[in-house]
């Protein structure tokens, strides 16, 4: 799939690089395949290329001083008009670039950033922090209805810039997408072990203004808990809080800057806690004879608190199309890791309490390293779902805007009032897809889940219209949301609010936090430049 | 020690209800074996008694509607005038009630606490939500500057509303002392496993309000994560979260609210995460041959993420006085448990790591109960300590206003700055003891451990002048809180910030954080009657 003339740049619309861009005759073959699956006609037109698209004039003039880091260049601005969201992707492959931002500003260092907050701040352009541009959620998008737009792309403030191996922390720049993160971790025994489906294409900076929810399925499952400390500059300056394993001096001013969005300033670095690399690991896949029975027992593993990094259920459906299984039964995938103590112990608690609750795996299929290295995780059909969970949104290059509308959502909910809460999701979103889509799938998997309830992840997709399948979308996303708020869950476990959730976030968080949150903001952003729209309005 | 004609009314100057209060024989006893170790006269002044001591009158006058549940007479203002830092004991005990609260509201439900709210904020009478009153930070004190002061008093609001056993979570009013709150939930199999030192005279709402450390020495050691939702009256009106057991919908509502100390609301009620009532556990006590050396084993426990429920460790001098040893060895107190499978694996890895690091335990005083009941904890080293941590604040009340200074105080610190810190605190209060008591000891122990650091509690004490033990104490504290700050410390790690933390709290939160946390202030106590002068001055 990868053309070697392409680089390594961010692609203008597809997930990941240009590399991973499919070619015309990919992108012909499989309409050809949806046209003769749908019995309609389905065309690929060509794909955008910055020769392709015409994107309106920048409207800023950039200040000399700024010049040397600002770019109103076609590339830069094309590659920065758009999240990932299912909406961004089909717009982007169709070409409509209609609001892309006026500059994109790429600091090299903080008082560059600072520079740019000031700027904007008094000429009133809008500034919108971004960091791999993986949004789901309308997170990065210039506003349509703002006069100018300043993309503030920490891309290039991405170095691990102390390593304290005592602590097993280290001060991390924003702007470090995860594998250069990783790779600059490595050489201490060191990792962060954040690996959203994102890890390739998303940032330090962004994981921590959207409480990215990461590698541990069960404990510390955001990344919230590794923020030791940090530092967000604000249009009314730098606020930087203490570096501390523990604190309970007032309100944590962490947890203020902590799921922000880039509405009260953007974040340059962070003290993160570390995980020395594991060399202990064990894993297994457990299968339940029904939803019912595999959810019941992943309750009782999690509450008997023996923390397995990996705690996932993936509901008979889910378990047939990503992890080659029959359908008939759902999958539990449990594993331990631990960089200092062997995990066998706690594997084998794990798997006798998930066979009493009529879990059935058998014991050479318990794989355990106890240091020496022996393979875990990856074969089988927890090696087949982690294939399928990395190359899933690659794999969507090739088929966005030709009909399919696919889409996940996910939320989170009490165990009290999960089984009522999984059925009236099944049943309001089932029937919006029957209406919406032919052919239309809808299945669930945890995520994460918590000793007080499981944190669904629902994936559907179907054959809609080529042309109307934004409109699709939104139809079932709009009765998705109702749902999850009506039946009581979050709008979002991990994928941030934006400006795609607000109209739901809006009915869950409590009208005075939204003030108070709205007081905070005047102070930090006066003139209220900072990702508009997110999480609130001024 | 207990006298049959007392109550279990909170005592107006003793640590613990009347019942709890020495002899007038006790304290003379007292006062000689102090006057003999001094070589100075002291005197044991009679205790103070709703009859001895003269209340300024009542500055309020209660409106008619407000008048069945607010108390104005002498006992209820007496004993809501202090918290019980070591300030506030011995202006107690010599019978210094200069400044009481006007009223002492103690609603019986939600409406009577709106009723208070509305009523205070539109006259402008300062309001104290008071919980069990134990704060040590000058936290529910009526301000001296106030012209009229109502202390809220949830005593009266104490009931567990709803138990969810199959989330293990609880709906729980903040009025609730701990025994109260255990003794609702010990029916249903459940418990909150919140042990602060207080526990017997601190409430659910207070420990939410203050960010209390409990039970857990390592992963969940603060409230802050049992807090599945709260509920938070306001003069601007109620901010309730939604119950959830994760989430990431922007900045969390609850963190605002967790920490706040009555400044922006009174907490009602919150849903709690529970745990199923330990049925395993293990417990040991390992020796060190130095500081230096436990520490370092404790570093090496921690980091392994085995989740010890306790990880204590206690240095030479105080495992000597509190726990037994001969004072030339450091001890650390190691502890499992789990309602719901065995934890002697975990234990056997603790102690190879321990012993690893050069801790010393012979194998019979492992302890380990699988199930059967076997005893653990409390016997031997460990079980002197627990005696002597739980009885230690009342033992206080027979030596308070006797010329004895003894406190302590606590914060976190990263592991790679520890070293340098400790032996910076040593300095910097060892001087400051010498200079100002006699014979002063100080010693150091670890409440909480984080695999980046430990949260170290200095104990001093020594012999000053009776009538100079406030001026002396303040010359002490005001030298370990510059050096805590100094160094790089928190000003607290769980006894909160009250006004007795203000100068050095101001120095360690963002100042950007205290102009955000002033403009949502702004926003929920609009004429800033809630708690003035704790955290932020408006």
């Known amino acids: 799939m990868t053309d070697a003339t392409k680089t390594a740049r961010r692609s203008i619309w597809a997930w990941g690089n240009e590399s991973d ?20 006609p389905v065309e690929a037109k ?49 070409g409509d670039y209609a609001h892309p931002p006026d500059v994109v500003a790429r600091p090299r260092e903080e008082d560059e950033v600072r520079a740019v907050l000031e700027w904007c701040s008094d000429a009133g352009h809008v500034v919108i922090p971004f960091g791999g ?39 991390i720049q924003a702007g470090a997408l995860g594998p250069h993160l990783e ?40 990344i919230d808990e590794f923020v030791e400390s940090l530092r967000m500059l604000t249009p009314a300056g730098v606020m930087e809080s203490r570096r501390l394993p523990g604190s309970g001096a007032g309100p944590s001013p962490d947890r203020l ?39 019941r027992g992943v309750l009782q593993v999690v509450q008997a608190k023996l923390w397995p990094a990996n705690l996932r259920l993936l509901d ?26 062997p995990v066998g112990g706690l594997m084998r608690q ?43 949104p690659y794999d969507a290059n090739r088929r966005m805007g030709l009909g399919l509308v696919a889409d996940t959502f996910e939320t989170a909910i009490t165990w009290d009032r999960w089984p009522a809460f999984d059925a009236a999701i099944r049943e309001a979103v089932g029937r919006v897809l029957d209406e919406t889509l032919d052919a239309p799938t809808l299945s669930c998997r945890f995520t994460h889940v918590y000793p007080d309830g499981p944190a669904p992840y629902y994936t559907f997709s179907g054959i809609g219209r080529q042309g109307a399948e934004i409109e699709q979308f939104h139809a079932i996303k709009r009765a998705a949301s109702e749902a999850v708020i009506a039946a009581g869950g979050t709008i979002t476990h991990h994928h941030a609010v ?6 739901w976030y809006d009915q869950q968080r409590p009208e005075l936090f939204a003030s108070a949150l709205r007081a905070a903001k005047r102070e930090l952003d006066p003139n209220g430049v900072m990702n508009p729209g997110v999480l609130i309005d001024p």
Chains 1, 2 share one sequence.
């Open 46 to 94: 060509p794909l955008p290329t910055t020769g392709s698209i015409a994107l309106r004039p920048p409207r800023v003039r950039v200040p000399a001083a700024l010049a040397p880091f600002c770019h109103s260049d076609d590339y830069h601005r094309a590659s920065r008009t758009y999240g990932r969201s299912f909406v961004d992707r089909v717009r982007a492959v169709n």
């Open 316 to 341: 008979p459906l889910e378990a047939q199309t990503a992890a080659g299984l029959d359908g008939s039964r759902a999958l539990m995938v449990v594993g331990f890791e631990s960089g200092d103590a």
């Open 21 to 40: 861009e499919p070619t015309e005759a990919e992108r012909r073959a499989e309409a050809d395949r949806l046209s003769a699956l749908s019995g309609r």
């Open 183 to 222: 790779a600059q971790l490595k050489p201490h025994g060191l990792t962060l072990r954040h690996f959203p489906q994102s890890f390739e294409h998303s940032s330090l900076g962004g994981w921590i203004a959207t409480r990215s929810g990461g590698h541990y399925a069960t404990n510390h499952t955001h």
């Open 133 to 171: 541009g993986s949004s789901v959620v309308d997170g990065v998008n210039p506003p349509a209805a703002a006069d100018s737009v300043v993309t503030l792309d920490l891309g290039e403030m991405n170095e691990v810039l102390t390593v304290d191996t005592t602590s097993r922390a280290a001060r």
């Open 350 to 392: 794990a798997i006798a309490i998930a066979r009493e609750a009529g879990g059935a795996v058998d014991d050479e299929e318990i794989l355990i390293d106890d240091g020496g290295g022996a393979p875990t995780g990856r074969e089988g059909a927890v090696g087949t779902w982690r294939k399928s969970f990395i190359t899933g």
């Open 257 to 295: 800057a902590i799921g922000s969005e880039g509405a009260l300033g953007v974040i340059t670095e962070a003290w993160m806690r570390l995980q020395k690399r594991p060399q202990y690991r064990a894993s297994a896949g457990v299968t339940f004879g029904s939803w019912e029975a595999a959810y």
């Open 498 to 503: 934006g400006r795609q959730h607000r109209p």
